[in-house]
Nanobody, 125 residues
């Protein structure tokens, strides 16, 4: 299983970016797919997830209303649309998949089975 995260870059405050997570060797619609991020010197934190059953979405409070996670089953990709970006959104963003997650554990990095390599998002002030 390989996950490829892409779409990061440098953007000004208030700008937008769309991250993509592409999978090979795995059907993403059968898994819970999440985005986490890690800023320098900080722990990896949950950003958003789309649950395997029914596609219910979840967001960290810090991004709710600004970020949207979607899944394209035909392309086997998951996206994170990020709007109204702030400097505090600067981090390496990782996508991850988990096959046996329960709802209460979707925010826990250790519960995910596979991780992408990360893509850097830098928001300038």
């Amino acid at each position: 299983v390989q996950l490829q995260a892409s779409g990061g870059g440098l953007v000004q405050t208030g700008g937008s970016l769309t991250l993509s997570c592409a999978a090979s060797g795995r059907t993403l619609s059968r898994d819970t797919v999440a985005w986490f991020r890690q800023a320098p010197g900080q722990e990896r934190e949950f950003v958003s997830a789309i649950f395997r059953s029914g596609g219910t979405t979840y967001y960290a409070d810090s991004v709710k209303g600004r970020f949207t996670i979607t899944r394209d089953s035909a392309k086997n990709e998951v996206y994170l649309q990020m709007n109204s970006l702030k400097p505090e959104d600067t981090a390496v963003y990782y996508c991850a998949i988990g096959s046996r997650l329960i709802l209460s554990s979707i925010r826990t990095p250790g519960q995910y089975d596979y991780w992408g390599q990360g893509t850097l998002v830098t928001v300038s002030s």
